[in-house]
């Protein structure tokens, strides 16, 4: 009897540690982001690979941190809903990677969380960095902090690096700002490589700028920017891609913060400061659309404010731009400018456009610059489908 009750209480012991170390473990499991995840928080530093419940709305309350090594997937249908303020944001650090697989019929959604009342720099954005080439000095690898958070570094050697990927997104009043030195865009890109995927992008009313390059080599296709407060498409410090059927619309009654807010502006290194800096940008865009939707009444000096230039390649940039397309009821400084007092265009920029505004410039419909930037500007060209932008629900071509 003492015998089998000693292996009854052996037994119960053993289940006993078994129930508690299970226990333990599931706790450490449940610990720190992983805990905030599942209440549907998004906040603090993940280290691992996690994937959202696309049935959640999640709630961005903070900085939102993809380590190196660590993965975030985002199902298609997921709503991420950010609080209000600069320090608001998703950001990828080197060697993590975010893979945003939404559809056309469910697509990936980051927008404000009092959306109702929200407009352009509600929340920061997301932030992207890589490990490809930016421009630098000759026989070194550059590297560079990232604007919004110095503790991000990017750059490198690595230009089929890999970031993840992203389709059928949705970015929403992002562009919140610190300071006019400091300040998100809709998606910022630094140094991103061209492993990565970035394609079927709708950004609405952002600031600074709907989408900017820092660097990098990534190709991206089927973007749609709406009502940004600065440029549309924005690039610098050695971007070396290409953009495919590319649409940027300011609608009628917005207004900008900004004194030139551009369809693309291009620089080919860091602010114009390094112009014998290796890898300068050289990007091609395919099939562009600029349409300035402004009130048929205002006179063309008002027009005018608004817009600066509908293209500006400057600063050592070399682009390739074909069938592109300029409409709309407005008017701005220039049409293509590739001057500037830090470095014209590059020699061997090529731009073909077609002018279909219904005011002319108050400035000139091209400057070609010290390099002799070839620019065409006559009918023809077809500029980026709006079809292919269907899946937004937007409908204000």
């Known amino acids: 009897m003492r015998k089998q009750l000693f292996n009854i209480i052996a037994a119960t012991a053993v289940v006993f540690s078994m129930t508690f170390t299970s226990c333990t473990t599931t706790e450490e499991v449940k610990t720190g982001v992983d805990v905030l995840i599942e209440e549907g928080v998004l906040y603090g530093e993940l280290d691992h690979e996690a994937t959202l419940d696309a049935s959640v709305t999640y709630n961005l309350t903070g900085t939102f941190i993809v380590e190196d090594g660590a993965v975030l997937n985002?199902?298609?249908?997921?709503?991420?809903?950010?609080?209000?303020?600069?320090?608001?944001?998703?950001?990828?650090?080197?060697?993590?990677?975010?893979?945003?697989?939404?559809?056309?019929?469910?697509?990936?959604i980051m927008t404000a969380k009092n959306e109702d009342e929200a407009s352009s720099g509600y929340w920061g954005g997301l932030i992207i960095n890589g490990k490809a080439k930016i421009s630098g000095t000759s026989g070194t690898t550059a590297t560079s902090s990232c604007e919004?958070?110095?503790?991000?570094?990017?750059?490198?050697?690595?230009?089929?690096?890999?970031?993840?990927?992203?389709?059928?997104?949705?970015?929403?009043?992002?562009?919140?700002?610190?300071?006019?030195?400091?300040?998100?865009?809709?998606?910022?890109?630094?140094?991103?490589?061209?492993?990565?995927?970035?394609?079927?992008v709708f950004i609405l009313e952002s600031a600074d700028d709907g989408v900017e390059?820092?660097?990098?080599?990534?190709?991206?296709?089927?973007?749609?920017?709406?009502?940004?407060?600065?440029?549309?498409?924005?690039?610098?410090?050695?971007?070396?891609?290409?953009?495919?059927?590319?649409?940027?619309?300011?609608?009628?009654?917005?207004?900008?913060?900004?004194?030139?807010?551009?369809?693309?502006?291009?620089?080919?290194?860091?602010?114009?400061?390094?112009?014998?800096?290796?890898?300068?940008t050289d990007f091609t865009v395919t099939n562009l659309t600029i349409s300035l939707q402004l009130d048929s009444v205002n006179t063309?000096?008002?027009?005018?404010?608004?817009?600066?230039?509908?293209?500006k390649i400057r600063r050592g940039a070399k682009a390739t731009i074909t069938n592109a397309l300029v409409t709309g009821i407005g008017s701005a400084q220039d049409l293509v400018d590739c001057t500037d007092s830090?470095?014209?265009?590059?020699?061997?920029?090529?731009?073909?456009?077609?002018?279909?505004?219904?005011?002319?410039?108050?400035?000139?419909?091209?400057?070609?610059?010290?390099?002799?930037?070839?620019?065409?500007?006559?009918?023809?060209?077809?500029g980026c489908s709006s079809s292919l932008f269907a899946w937004t629900g937007y409908t204000g071509f």
């Open 300 to 311: 063309t000096t008002n027009q005018a404010k608004f817009m600066q230039d509908v293209l």
């Open 74 to 108: 985002i199902p298609a249908g997921t709503r991420i809903e950010a609080s209000e303020g600069f320090g608001s944001y998703i950001i990828v650090a080197q060697g993590g990677k975010i893979n945003v697989n939404g559809t056309s019929a469910n697509p990936v």
């Open 342 to 382: 830090k470095g014209d265009a590059a020699a061997g920029t090529v731009i073909s456009l077609t002018n279909s505004l219904t005011y002319p410039f108050l400035g000139s419909e091209s400057k070609s610059g010290a390099n002799a930037a070839s620019i065409t500007v006559a009918a023809g060209n077809t």
């Open 148 to 200: 919004m958070n110095a503790d991000f570094i990017y750059g490198g050697s690595d230009d089929a690096d890999n970031s993840g990927s992203i389709t059928y997104l949705m970015i929403k009043y992002a562009g919140a700002r610190s300071s006019a030195e400091v300040e998100h865009n809709g998606l910022t890109l630094d140094a991103v490589g061209s492993g990565t995927t970035i394609e079927n």
């Open 213 to 280: 390059f820092f660097g990098g080599t990534v190709n991206i296709k089927n973007f749609l920017v709406v009502n940004s407060d600065d440029d549309c498409f924005d690039n610098t410090q050695g971007y070396r891609g290409s953009w495919t059927n590319m649409y940027g619309i300011w609608e009628n009654g917005y207004t900008s913060s900004e004194s030139d807010p551009r369809g693309i502006e291009s620089d080919g290194n860091l602010d114009g400061i390094n112009s014998t800096d290796e890898n300068q």
